[in-house]
């Protein structure tokens, strides 16, 4: 049982654009920010939003993330087929751990 | 450019102790702020954070494996060494070593992982 809570599922069509959402609590989310890692089949996870909004040099601009009170959401737009991955969200908990989210796997339909 | 590489046995046997090892470069952790964290993620599941070390020496735990779990660093060398102990099937996982630049930061990059598999 993961500590932040995601859809473990999500797809749509090439050029649509999808949304992820990500939940936690007042002791993770409520109160410091949230990461989104990319995990591509068979790699190991790779960093795709830091400090809620922000993309790492050489993150396309289609990726985008956002924060409201205990939630999160990663959007991309523009979806492309290099784009099926598994997504986590991440935020470090008052309790002074890591948590993660379940992962949700993305489909490109 | 940053790059971390875990290694050690890729099988061990209940009730063992696994020992891996972070092996880096590109950076230091003696430099202020740096950390290395170890995650781990069994076969078709979700992401999970083990433990962290800091530049000075600050380590953290997982709360639920705290007992079981010891990191070190070793800045002469660029590594950072996890020990887990009491091995169990359950522990079978990819386990991975990543960067942090700031305190309770994102982690970034992260090594290739290393798969271990607990198994009599």
């Known amino acids: 049982q993961s500590v932040l809570t995601q859809p473990p599922s999500a797809s749509g069509t090439p050029g649509q654009r999808v949304t992820i959402s990500c939940s936690g609590s007042?002791?993770?989310?409520?109160?410091?920010?949230v990461n989104w890692y990319q995990q591509l089949p068979g790699t190991a996870p790779k960093l795709l939003i830091y400090?809620?909004?922000q993309r790492p040099s050489g993150v396309p601009d289609r990726f985008s993330g956002s924060k409201s009170g205990t939630s999160a959401s990663l959007a991309i737009g523009g979806l492309q087929s290099e784009d099926e991955a598994d997504y986590y969200c991440?935020?470090?908990?008052?309790?002074?751990?890591?948590?993660f989210g379940g992962g949700t796997k993305l489909t490109v339909l | 450019q940053i790059t971390l590489k875990e290694s050690g046995p890729t099988l061990v046997k209940p009730t063992q102790t696994l020992t891996l090892t972070c092996t880096f470069s590109g950076f230091s952790l003696s430099t202020s702020e740096v950390g290395v964290g170890w995650f781990r993620q069994p076969p078709g599941k979700a992401l999970e954070w083990l433990a962290l070390i800091y530049w000075n020496d600050d380590k953290r735990y997982s709360p639920s494996l705290k007992m079981r779990l010891t990191i070190t660093k070793d800045t002469s060398k660029n590594q950072v060494v996890l020990v887990m102990t009491n091995m169990d099937p359950v522990d079978t996982a990819t386990y991975y070593c990543?960067?942090?630049?700031?305190?309770?930061?994102?982690?970034?990059?992260w090594g290739q992982g290393a798969l271990v598999t607990v198994s009599s």
């Open positions: 400090s809620n909004n």
């Open positions: 007042s002791s993770n989310i409520g109160t410091n920010t």
């Open positions: 990543a960067h942090s630049n700031t305190i309770f930061a994102e982690f970034d990059p």
């Open positions: 991440a935020a470090w908990d008052d309790s002074l751990m890591e948590v």
